[in-house]
Nanobody, 117 residues
Framework: QVQLVESGGGLVQAGGSLRLSCAASGRTFSSYDLGWFRQAPGKEREFVASISGTGSSTYYRDSVKGRFTISRDNAQKTVYLQMNSLKAGDTAVYYC??????????WGPGTQVTVSS
């Protein structure tokens, strides 16, 4: 099993940057694909970015391509989401999640990101 805890959220002005971190417990961290998702008030949770176990493959939703970067440090059991050029539309609770067989089975409690315009 994997337990996940996000950090790094906060209030930032439009155009600013934040770096989210997600620390994991468990002995097989590198065997999990990791993803970041977000949920804005009144909206469904949506995929933001993902990274494979080795870090060799990454995927992004179109609206964050070129602005967000996902990375991972398997030695530190941590996944990151660097968010630049933030927009008001990026305001949401951000969650990290882990998948071993293609399904995200493990989720963190989330961290709030608020972008003021």
């Amino acid at each position: 099993q994997v337990q996940l805890v996000e950090s790094g959220g906060g209030l930032v002005q439009a155009g600013g940057s934040l770096r989210l971190s997600c620390a994991a417990s468990g002995r097989t961290f590198s065997s999990y694909d990791l993803g970041w998702f977000r949920q804005a008030p009144g909206k469904e949770r949506e995929f933001v970015a993902s990274i494979s176990g080795t870090g060799s493959s990454t995927y992004y939703r179109d609206s964050v391509k070129g602005r967000f970067t996902i990375s991972r440090d398997n030695a530190q059991k941590t996944v990151y989401l660097q968010m630049n050029s933030l927009k008001a539309g990026d305001t949401a609770v951000y969650y990290c999640a882990a998948a071993r067989t293609g399904v995200y089975d493990y989720w963190g409690p989330g961290t709030q990101v608020t972008v003021s315009s």
